[in-house]
C-alpha cells in the first residue's frame, strides 16, 4: 500500500511564492516518475509537472514554464513543487501523483497509479 500526503498550500497574494510538498510512504520502490496535477472549480484536472525518481528528468506545462519547479529528495521520499510569480490562474487544487510504469502519456490522469489528497492553493489579485 502506497500513500501520498501533499502539504504547503494555502492563500498568497499575486506574485508571492509557496512550496507544496508530497510525502510518498510504502512501496516507494516501485515508483517511476512522480508528478503534480491541479484541478480548479468546474475543471478538469490538469498536469502542472513531473519527475522521474532514478534521473531526475522534469517536464512542465507550459503554463508554469519558468515559474513552478519540481524537485524531489529521495532519501526522503518527498516531491516538492516550487511555485513563484503566483497568478490567481494558479488557484486550484493540488495533487500529486505516482506512475510505477514507464510508458503512458504523462499528461493523462488514467495512467498514474497513486493520487494524494490534494491540497488548495488559493492566490488572491
Known amino acids: 500500500q502506497v500513500q501520498l500526503v501533499e502539504s504547503g498550500g494555502g492563500l498568497v497574494q499575486t506574485g508571492g511564492s509557496l512550496r507544496l510538498s508530497c510525502a510518498v510512504s510504502?512501496?516507494?520502490?516501485?515508483?517511476?516518475?512522480m508528478a503534480w496535477f491541479r484541478q480548479a472549480p468546474g475543471k478538469e484536472r490538469d498536469f502542472v509537472a513531473r519527475?522521474?525518481?532514478?534521473?531526475?528528468?522534469?517536464n512542465y506545462a507550459d503554463s508554469v514554464k519558468g515559474r513552478f519547479t519540481i524537485s524531489r529528495d529521495n532519501a526522503k521520499n518527498t516531491v516538492y513543487l516550487q511555485m513563484n510569480s503566483l497568478k490567481p490562474e494558479d488557484t486550484a487544487v493540488y495533487y500529486c501523483?505516482?506512475?510505477?510504469?514507464?510508458?503512458?502519456?504523462?499528461?493523462?490522469?488514467?495512467?498514474?497509479?497513486?493520487w494524494g489528497q490534494g491540497t488548495q492553493v488559493t492566490v488572491s489579485s
Open positions: 501523483a505516482r506512475k510505477t510504469y514507464v510508458g503512458g502519456n504523462m499528461y493523462e490522469t488514467r495512467f498514474y497509479n497513486d
Open positions: 510504502g512501496r516507494t520502490f516501485s515508483s517511476y516518475s
Open positions: 519527475i522521474i525518481w532514478s534521473s531526475g528528468n522534469t
